[in-house]
């Protein structure tokens, strides 16, 4: 199927497939649960979602789909270090929703400055879930990273008041306390929470579980993977993030979900260039009637995707992810 539709263009250069998956691999996702699979053609890469991947609290398959959309950004930016324009057709076939995004190599193009600081920013980005350096983030990043999200067809609404900081602080800690009383979550906790010593490629590592999952000051409550099991090794005792954002997209469907990710991953990106990173939070988002709430209640000009806490550290450990040999659907299969 993939060679009727793309037998035109440029070949896909057999001997960079290994380096261009590896970069889409080392998307953030979902408690780095990797939920993408890539079939590759002589002339197109396929992104595919792995439903065997989903968590059980993500119904409708939003934070998966958020997660490939970070997937696609990162094969983006591998063909741009070739030195080729991606062309990307989200969803090309309504027959097949597995089937997320067919990716082709378009007009050649030398990769640019910042295309390439973002390149050289994938190894060390991560989610920073421990203590920051207390340093305020470097002036106009935020600007910088606000026109990320708007270039991949989203924005990022910065929570800058502390009035509505207390508003949303509240409610994703209200809405830890009633899920962190849900087995479909719970479950995800022990599926995806790693204990020390593991050498899974997937996963989170016990090195990057907080100890203690309660609120801090200045921080939204984080998720819980401990359960109370004492794997969690990492400290959050220190300087809280400098800055709280929301990732909106203006409608809500799975072409948004993959925009968010796309979005999410660039900026991620960008702000890794400038030794910032990002704690995560979407647990509260699992629930629609809490994503209306934050919606609501903070005026937000869009649906809220991702939730975010940014700020200076000089610590960066990635975690692992699996090769690309496991990420590769064979031929004739899929
Ligand atoms: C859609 C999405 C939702 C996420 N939600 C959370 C979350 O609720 N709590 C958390 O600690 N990390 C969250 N993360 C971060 C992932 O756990 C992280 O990306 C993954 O473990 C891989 O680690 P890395 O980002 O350090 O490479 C989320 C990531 C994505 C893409």
Redesign the pocket.
């Known amino acids: 199927m993939i060679e009727e539709v793309t037998r035109q263009g440029v070949p896909i250069p057999a001997d960079q497939v290994d380096g261009l998956l590896t970069m889409a691999a080392?998307?953030?996702?979902?408690?780095?649960?990797q939920p993408w699979l890539f079939r590759v053609g002589d002339y197109a890469i396929e992104l595919f979602a792995d439903p065997h991947r989903k968590l059980r609290a993500d119904l409708t398959g939003?934070?998966m789909l958020?997660?490939c959309g970070?997937a696609l950004y990162g094969l983006r930016l591998a063909i741009r270090s070739l030195g080729y324009q991606p062309r990307v057709q989200l969803l090309p076939d309504p027959d097949r929703s597995a089937l997320l995004a067919r990716v082709t190599l378009g007009d050649s193009e030398p990769i640019t400055d910042f295309e390439r600081q973002l390149v050289e920013a994938m190894p060390h980005?991560?989610?920073?879930?421990g203590p920051f350096s207390g340093q305020p983030l470097p002036r106009g990043l935020l600007i910088g990273l606000q026109h990320d999200a708007v270039v991949e067809h989203a924005s990022l609404a910065l929570i800058d008041r502390a009035a509505a900081f207390e508003q949303l602080a509240g409610i994703v800690a209200r809405s830890a306390r009633s899920q962190s009383a849900d087995e479909h979550a719970r479950t995800d906790a022990r599926t995806?929470a790693r204990r020390p010593g593991s050498a899974d490629r997937d996963?989170?590592p016990a090195r990057?579980i907080p100890a203690q999952a309660g609120p801090r000051p200045g921080r939204l409550a984080?998720?819980d993977?401990d359960l109370g099991r004492g794997i969690g090794q990492l400290s959050t005792e220190g300087p809280p993030p400098a800055a709280t954002a929301i990732l909106l997209t203006t409608a809500d469907t799975r072409a948004d979900w993959l925009r968010?990710?796309q979005a999410?991953?660039r900026l991620?990106a960008h702000a890794a260039t400038q030794w910032v990173f990002a704690?995560?939070?979407?647990?509260p988002l699992e629930q629609q009637a809490v994503r209306d709430l934050i919606r609501s209640r903070l005026g937000l000009a869009g649906a809220p995707?991702?939730l975010l806490q940014l700020g200076v550290a000089r610590i960066a450990e990635?975690?692992a992810?699996r090769p690309a040999s496991e990420v590769i659907i064979p031929p004739k299969m899929g």
Do not use: D, F, K, M
């Open positions: 080392r998307a953030p996702s979902i408690l780095n649960s939003r934070e958020i997660s970070a980005r991560h989610t920073h879930r995806w996963g989170v990057a984080q998720r993977l968010a990710g999410l991953h991620l704690s995560l939070h979407s647990q995707q991702v990635a975690t992810r």
